[in-house]
């Protein structure tokens, strides 16, 4: 749709002719024909790029607030959500974003083989380093078969530049590409700045995350936790009906990934293990507090805490 409504403004240069339409070459730019429907193309270009992308850009702004406990918003969404983590849900414009700029390279270079494979193959680089960094794809594989996909056409629109003839004299050239290797380095130069300086800041302890943040995170953490305890044990909701929202709410590796964050919090911080069984009604927790010896020792070190703090307070009454 994109590309089909920015062919009323991909003109193309001739060196003895007037500039015609890529698309259909045997309309002039300057005819009166094409000038008199200009509000056509106009109003194409907001019905459906600009249109769409702001209607699509939209629902994902609302989605944290309507997603939940909203079942007609959330089936009617499905195919622009569905297919991202629950936490990078923002993802289906970025992707839209792309094929937009994708649909404007023949608007802004008609007829420049090398400024269309140039910035083809820049907007490609900038998508795969978004991507790497989100993995956005609910599924490990298509993570990386998107980012491999996007390298591999960014390298090829390179070394297509290798064969594509240069009509155009290296002075022309050079006051045409200019800015985008100034953008670029000046990018490139006040990223490597922002990273030394980050790691300034950090190894001063300037930045980094807040003793409030955390303290908020490990009190949510413990709130949820209470809330499934609570409805478990009240019956509010069965075993087997949180099994099945979680198989619709996360797929299988990221139940898996999220079982072993559990099971690693569990024995670092409570020193407790969840033992799996095959059956659903094998799963129970276990508390492993350890050998009888460890236990023994445990106890040992508290009474001798709980000695050393009540000599400390009798100390001063002597």
Known sequence: LCKMSFQFFECQ?????PSTLVSYPDISCGDDDRTGIMA???LAVL????????????LCFI????????????TGTGFLLARWKPTIWYFGPAV????????????AYPSDGIAQLVLASSILSIYAAFQSTQAPWRSGALNRVDTVLTITVSVLCMFLLTIVPMEDEKEVRLDRYRPYVMLFFLFAMATMVGMLLYAVLFLFGKIGPSKKA???????????????????????????????????FLTV?????????????LQEVFNASVA????????????????TAERGERDRRASLSKSSESQEKVAPSE
């Open 253 to 265: 590796q990221e139940q898996s990934a999220f079982a072993s964050l559990l099971q690693w919090t």
């Open 13 to 17: 240069d001739h060196p003895t002719a």
């Open 214 to 248: 955390t303290e908020n995170a490990t009190k949510t953490l413990m709130d949820a936790v209470k809330e499934m305890n609570r409805q478990i044990q009240s019956q509010e909701i069965s075993e087997e009906k949180v099994y099945e929202r979680l198989g619709q």
């Open 96 to 107: 839209m974003l792309r094929n937009l700029c994708f649909a404007l390279i023949g608007v």
């Open 276 to 291: 799996t069984g095959s059956g659903k009604g094998s799963r129970r927790l276990s508390m492993n507090t350890g050998s």
């Open 40 to 42: 056509i193309g106009v």
């Open 63 to 74: 989605a944290p607030k309507m997603y939940t406990g909203n079942a007609n918003f959330k």
């Open 47 to 58: 019905a459906y790029p600009l249109l769409i992308f702001s209607t699509m850009t939209t």
